[in-house]
């Protein structure tokens, strides 16, 4: 028993590997189309297989960011995690992005996502842009806002007491954010415990 358990990580770490290896010929494969088609003139095909790289090349980064899922905080259970690469919406959506599940017995759960690129890369940017307005969402009864620090990395909460929702969301460099999302939580302390356990400066060096 104890060798089969042994066994799974390491047969989902060499399919993983596998997988990654394919995607790479893909990509590589296409690009050296292309040049055949650019030597011939055949410029629409080339461009048709310049894309079709580039998006083998967004999922490989979406899988490499998956490694950047944090373990859950006490109490709850990562029950999903997904790495997403985005072809032609990547000006919206991003370039590639993973996301990530987690649930406690107390009903709460707590939602991650890493977005590079597009206008999701961005979304930090933009929900600091708007605490500026915190105030008047405060009095207006919407929820409380503020600036906060973890790990050296500035964030900005949001969290609504009477639906027990929040956001707690960073910006990553130019291109690359980070959101932490949390439903049915009792405060934001939820959040911040998870972005305790996530590795921002990796994420900064090699994105």
Do not use: W
């Amino acid at each position: 028993m104890k060798k089969f358990f042994l066994a799974v990580p390491l047969t989902l770490a060499l399919s993983l590997n596998c997988h990654a290896e394919n995607i790479q010929t893909e990509a590589s494969d296409s690009l050296a189309t292309a040049r055949k088609f650019v030597s011939e003139g055949n410029y629409k095909k080339a461009i048709e297989e310049i894309n079709y790289a580039l998006a083998k090349i967004n999922e490989l980064t979406a899988t490499e960011l998956l490694k950047y899922i944090p373990e859950p905080p006490a109490g709850y259970t990562l029950i999903n995690k997904q790495a997403q690469g985005v072809g032609t919406g990547a000006a919206i959506a991003g370039t590639a992005g993973a996301t990530a599940e987690y649930s406690h017995s107390d009903g709460s759960n707590i939602s991650l996502n890493i977005a590079i690129g597009g206008l999701t890369g961005k979304m930090a940017s933009i929900a600091a842009l708007g605490s500026i307005f915190a105030g008047l969402s405060q009095d207006a009864g919407v929820g409380q806002t503020r600036q906060i620090r973890v790990q050296g990395y500035t964030g900005t909460e949001m969290y609504n007491s009477t639906d027990q929702t929040g956001t707690l969301s960073f910006q990553i460099g130019d291109k690359t954010s980070v959101t932490f999302e949390g439903r049915s939580i009792q405060s934001a302390d939820r959040l911040q415990d998870l972005a305790k356990n996530f590795d921002f400066a990796g994420l900064e060096k090699n994105y």
